[in-house]
């Protein structure tokens, strides 16, 4: 879709716009008065990987059979996207936890609704289980194959924005001021899946990753697929990796502001991260990052660390900024190869072993990650079978 389309009117209408087709199937659901069937429902979602049909009502199966073709897939460039995936996997991760996660909560009219459910707040590491999960199901081999557990974890999600939006605007003890859009809008869903796609290609080169543009392009209509998937509508979707920075830096510029709630979800982030840092010097690293990143939005220009209340940072920034520098003369897969960028990969692999280690308890599914990828990021079997 041409970027001329997304002028300020347009993304404005897209604030009223959510989801039709699982909005239907979620309202249907709830029509039929069937309360045990819609507490099957939200369990199932929570407590399975994927969604097991034996589990789930009729509506729900056409649903996801009408949202289980992957529209405009091109396999090499799947391939392609995961291979890089298998390369810098940790340093994805990486981004996302500490530079889109928090960049999303600096939304102030979409982070509402994550601040809503409250979910995050009680439990800090949930959003990274579930962030670092889905990753890992859509980039994995075969991930985004017809019955591929990337495909299974989309429709997952986009279920569940449905039923929150249901939820939220069905709730008569505390509205939803119409000011903030529809719950999971179009514009919103836009920008979450920016996150995914663009700002991990601008973090990785922050961090001295230089892809080149095949690379770049691969990963970005790898997400676009699951976009499709997910239920982000066509005239939203970046055709080009400057069209992606474009939308970006205008939902930024649009949405990007100071909330007490962003804030309440950037502390609750942090203290879950802390939880995964090994005790010692390295208990500063999360803030640092996101100091690294965010201190100053390169879309929005402002000093987004500061709004969301990240403590100051420590002497780790000087490491971030070293892997910075000394990867960008470097140039493309340099990084691994320097002392910096050594440890910051170290920090990484530090991060998922501690994951994979954490109990999540019965109620949820387990995090998991195929052996393929764990020997490509040298994270040995006895590290997670302890």
Known sequence: MSESVWTQPF????????????????????????????????????????????QLPPIILDYLQKTSALPLLEPAKVRRAQTLFGLFGPEIL???????????????????????TGVLLRGPLRRVFETTQMVVDVMADGGLGPEGRGVRSAQKVRLMHAAVRHLITHEPRNPWSEELGVPVNQEDLAGTLMTFSFIVLDGLQRLGVILSAEDQDAWLQAWLAIGRIMGVREDLLPATVAEARTLTTLIHQRQIAPSPEGMALADSLLKGYQQLMPPGPLQGMPAS???FFLDVDPFSGQDVAAMLGIPPADWTQSVIHVVNTVGAALGEFGLHDTLPGQVMAHVSRLTIEAMLLVERGGSRAPFSIPDKLLSQWKIAPRAISA
């Not at 009223?16 to 039929?32: E, N, R, S, Y």
């Not at 981004?95 to 994550?114: E, T």
């Open 94 to 116: 990486l981004v996302l936890g500490f530079y889109s996660l928090p960049a999303a909560y600096a939304a102030r009219k979409g982070v509402q609704v994550l601040h809503r």
């Open 11 to 54: 993304l404005d209408s897209m604030r009223t716009v959510g989801d039709p087709l699982a909005d239907d199937a979620v309202a249907t659901l709830f029509q039929q008065g069937d309360t045990a069937a819609v507490n099957a429902l939200m369990q199932t979602l929570v407590r399975n990987d994927g969604l097991p049909p034996a």
């Open 289 to 291: 990052l996101v100091h």
